[in-house]
């Protein structure tokens, strides 16, 4: 009591037994009760929050500092009594809620989206969606039955559990996929303000994604090289542009049996439309390179850097003997310039040499080797134990076995010996020293061409290598965010879905680059399963007042561990520090 205001302070604990006796350890900090203090922060500031603006008239902690003790009031609890109902996941799906405010999608979609009469708005249920897809949740039917329940987003979105079925999930990609252009358009300038991005340097590159069932609706949907091993599915491919920094900037969709070559000229159209054609750097992988698109962006007076295949390296076999003239890049790999042959001196390449990727290489084909010569064998055996007459059927069998493995089958020759009767009866394999030489020669290599105008090797590597950004996107998208298979079928859901899986993506390169900027690395799952630990939970807790029995029901977020808490006040990342009372059960008396 003082100066006529009283205040209750709550804490829920558990005794634990030290070397000094049993003491008593906080598991979670319920707060004041009074509703002043309930009004002034805690859940109802949840939006501020998540905003990173929070409004309070007390001081905000500085890091490492600890609350000064209050006094408490005691009231009489029925210690047996009090019980811990509904855990939730908080941390788990505070997180990307958070990124989602800080980036103003939020915003953004409320002022998109003409509010009509739905009970829940369109911005709150693309929340939901991306914050699932976030949390690696793979289908709407998931969400709707049993992951939005058993997450906190109830609490923190104010709406009910029962309001967030299928079909309004449903519904809400359909409203989403409306507005792809304009929510891209957003994020590049939400980078530009959070970041400091530029778009001098523009990484391409392509991936694809299968469908469960037959997608017999998608005209998009057909089978076509699967980069997840599964050619039996039908797919489509997906094309990526992204800064260096692995930030998604846009994407396409292209049928599943589109080659990768072929999308170049619809990308770089794409976002010469959307964000002029101000000069910029185009960095794609040898995948993506053909004479024709090297022409197209010549014309458009596009600077690029690109991949080439390997066998252009046949032209600098000499410049591969040569001692001199290597630039060290870094530690086992080196690079220079070198002339083409054949070139029009329009264009520079850089040749560059890798220690780690010779290794690789090495065991790559010495794999292949072995089991070409297994396979090759086989063969041989079975010539043996029966000489064929039908020399297609051999030259099938032999062929199979070289495509198997096409590394090998460039160093390792296979001739078929006949008998008098002119059958095939045996199979004598053996390397190619003229092969194998020129692939030792070339292994670990690799060619660039470019037009730009800067001549140092080591830069114009550097910028090369950040492709691996791209890569590294896509690698997230597919293992962290859930982003095969494809449950849809109609065009418009499966255009939907990949839209909130790239705006998930958004969420977690955007979280990589925060963390990056405060110094904490850039692992973002190591973070992410950090701040999962975090969880809510209403506490029941049984008092007696005057006589009269009442349950008081506080919501209430989990105390972090201390190494959590840290990467929370490193982020400016705020939880609601205050319990606050979401049920007053009916007195009884005893």
Same mark, same amino acid.
């Not at 698109?293 to 014309?299: P, T």
């Not at 090369?464 to 950004?469: E, G, K, R, T, V």
């Not at 009269?548 to 840290?566: F, I, M, S």
């Not at 929370?568 to 979401?582: D, E, N």
């Given at each position: 009591m003082a100066g006529g205001e009283s205040y209750d302070y709550w804490s829920l604990c558990e005794t634990v037994r030290t070397a000094k006796g049993p003491r008593q350890r906080v598991v979670a900090g319920?707060?004041?009760?009074?509703?002043? /203090?309930?009004?002034?922060?805690?859940? /109802?500031?949840?939006?501020? $929050?998540?905003?990173?603006?929070? /409004?309070?008239?007390?001081?905000q902690l500085e890091f490492g500092e600890e609350a000064a003790p209050s006094a408490p009031r005691w009231e009489k609890v029925d210690v047996g009594a009090v019980r811990v109902e509904r855990v939730r996941e908080?941390?788990?799906? &505070?997180?990307?809620?958070?990124? !989602?405010?800080?980036?103003? $999608?939020?915003?953004?979609?409320?002022?998109?989206?003409?509010?009509?009469?739905?009970?829940?708005? !369109?911005?709150?249920?693309?929340?939901?969606?991306?914050?699932?897809?976030?949390?690696?949740?793979?289908?709407?039917?998931?969400?709707?039955e049993g992951w939005y329940e058993k997450s906190a987003l109830e609490d923190l979105l104010g709406v009910e559990k029962e309001r967030i079925n299928e079909d *309004?999930?449903?519904?809400?990609?359909?409203?989403?996929?409306?507005?792809?252009?304009?929510?891209c358009a957003h994020l590049?300038?939400?980078? *530009?303000?959070?970041?400091?991005?530029?778009?001098?340097?523009?990484?391409?590159?392509?991936?694809?994604?299968?469908?469960?069932?037959?997608?017999?609706?998608n005209p998009k949907a057909a089978? =076509? &090289?699967?980069?997840?091993?599964?050619?039996?599915?039908? %797919?489509?491919? +997906?094309?990526?542009? #992204?800064?260096?920094?692995?930030?998604?900037?846009s994407y396409e969709v292209f049928s599943g049996n589109r080659a990768d070559v072929t999308t170049v000229e619809d990308i770089v159209k794409m976002m010469e439309e959307k964000y002029g054609a101000a000069e910029r750097v185009w960095v794609m992988d040898r995948g993506m390179v053909s004479e024709a698109n090297i022409a197209f962006l010549r014309?458009?007076? @596009?600077? &690029?850097?690109?991949?080439?295949?390997?066998?252009?390296?046949?032209?600098?076999?000499?410049?591969?003997?040569?001692?001199?003239?290597?630039? %060290?890049?870094?530690? =086992?790999?080196?690079?220079?310039?070198?002339?083409?042959?054949?070139?029009?001196?329009?264009?520079?390449?850089? $040749? #560059?040499?890798?220690?780690?990727? @010779?290794?690789? /290489?090495?065991?790559?084909?010495?794999?292949?080797?072995?089991?070409?010569?297994?396979?090759?064998?086989? +063969?041989?055996?079975?010539?043996?134990?029966?000489p064929q007459s039908d020399q297609e059927k051999v030259g099938r069998r032999i062929g199979r076995a070289l495509g198997k493995y096409p590394a090998a089958a460039r160093v390792i020759q296979a001739r078929v010996q006949h008998d008098t009767?002119? *059958?095939?009866?045996?199979? #004598?394999?053996?390397?190619?020293?003229?092969?194998?030489?020129?692939?030792?020669?070339?292994?670990?290599?690799?060619? $660039?061409?470019?037009? #730009?105008?800067?001549?140092?090797?080591?830069?114009? !590597?550097? !910028?090369?290598? %950040?492709?691996?950004?791209?890569?590294?996107?896509?690698?997230?998208?597919?293992?962290?965010? =859930?982003?095969?298979p494809i449950y849809?079928?109609? %065009?418009?859901?499966?255009?939907?879905?990949?839209?909130?899986?790239?705006?998930?993506?958004?969420l977690w390169r955007t979280l990589e680059q925060w963390m990056s900027a405060k110094g904490l690395g850039s692992c973002a799952r190591r973070l992410i399963d950090s701040i999962s630990t975090i969880k809510s939970m209403d506490v029941i807790l049984p008092v007696e007042r005057s006589g009269l029995r009442t349950d008081l029901r506080l919501r209430v977020v989990a105390k972090p561990e201390k190494d959590t808490a840290q990467l929370l006040a490193h982020l400016g990342l705020q939880i609601p520090r205050q319990s606050k009372i979401i049920e007053n059960v009916v007195p009884k008396i005893d």
């Amino acid at each position: 009591m003082a100066g006529g205001e009283s205040y209750d302070y709550w804490s829920l604990c558990e005794t634990v037994r030290t070397a000094k006796g049993p003491r008593q350890r906080v598991v979670a900090g319920l707060g004041k009760l009074d509703d002043e /203090e309930i009004r002034s922060g805690g859940w /109802e500031d949840i939006g501020s $929050l998540l905003r990173g603006k929070r /409004e309070s008239r007390s001081r905000q902690l500085e890091f490492g500092e600890e609350a000064a003790p209050s006094a408490p009031r005691w009231e009489k609890v029925d210690v047996g009594a009090v019980r811990v109902e509904r855990v939730r996941e908080f941390g788990q799906v &505070y997180l990307p809620l958070a990124l !989602w405010h800080r980036l103003g $999608l939020e915003k953004l979609l409320g002022e998109l989206v003409e509010p009509g009469r739905e009970a829940v708005g !369109w911005a709150t249920v693309a929340s939901v969606l991306v914050a699932a897809r976030f949390c690696a949740q793979r289908s709407e039917l998931g969400i709707a039955e049993g992951w939005y329940e058993k997450s906190a987003l109830e609490d923190l979105l104010g709406v009910e559990k029962e309001r967030i079925n299928e079909d *309004r999930l449903y519904r809400g990609l359909d409203v989403l996929a409306a507005h792809k252009e304009k929510l891209c358009a957003h994020l590049i300038e939400r980078y *530009r303000d959070w970041f400091g991005v530029r778009m001098e340097f523009l990484l391409y590159d392509v991936t694809s994604t299968f469908f469960e069932g037959q997608a017999e609706k998608n005209p998009k949907a057909a089978r =076509g &090289y699967s980069r997840d091993s599964r050619p039996d599915c039908k %797919q489509v491919c +997906i094309g990526l542009v #992204c800064t260096p920094e692995g930030l998604p900037l846009s994407y396409e969709v292209f049928s599943g049996n589109r080659a990768d070559v072929t999308t170049v000229e619809d990308i770089v159209k794409m976002m010469e439309e959307k964000y002029g054609a101000a000069e910029r750097v185009w960095v794609m992988d040898r995948g993506m390179v053909s004479e024709a698109n090297i022409a197209f962006l010549r014309e458009r007076k @596009a600077l &690029y850097i690109v991949g080439t295949p390997k066998s252009e390296l046949r032209h600098f076999e000499a410049a591969l003997l040569e001692a001199e003239n290597w630039t %060290q890049v870094q530690d =086992g790999l080196e690079a220079r310039m070198v002339e083409h042959p054949d070139g029009d001196g329009a264009e520079k390449y850089v $040749l #560059c040499r890798s220690t780690a990727r @010779a290794e690789k /290489e090495r065991a790559m084909l010495a794999r292949q080797s072995e089991g070409l010569a297994g396979e090759l064998a086989k +063969i041989h055996a079975w010539l043996v134990r029966g000489p064929q007459s039908d020399q297609e059927k051999v030259g099938r069998r032999i062929g199979r076995a070289l495509g198997k493995y096409p590394a090998a089958a460039r160093v390792i020759q296979a001739r078929v010996q006949h008998d008098t009767e002119g *059958r095939a009866c045996a199979l #004598c394999f053996f390397s190619h020293l003229e092969a194998g030489g020129r692939a030792h020669l070339r292994r670990g290599a690799y060619l $660039l061409r470019t037009n #730009c105008e800067e001549t140092d090797p080591a830069t114009l !590597w550097r !910028w090369y290598i %950040q492709l691996i950004a791209a890569e590294a996107a896509f690698r997230t998208a597919k293992s962290d965010l =859930g982003l095969r298979p494809i449950y849809h079928h109609l %065009q418009s859901r499966v255009d939907a879905h990949i839209l909130v899986c790239f705006l998930a993506l958004a969420l977690w390169r955007t979280l990589e680059q925060w963390m990056s900027a405060k110094g904490l690395g850039s692992c973002a799952r190591r973070l992410i399963d950090s701040i999962s630990t975090i969880k809510s939970m209403d506490v029941i807790l049984p008092v007696e007042r005057s006589g009269l029995r009442t349950d008081l029901r506080l919501r209430v977020v989990a105390k972090p561990e201390k190494d959590t808490a840290q990467l929370l006040a490193h982020l400016g990342l705020q939880i609601p520090r205050q319990s606050k009372i979401i049920e007053n059960v009916v007195p009884k008396i005893d």
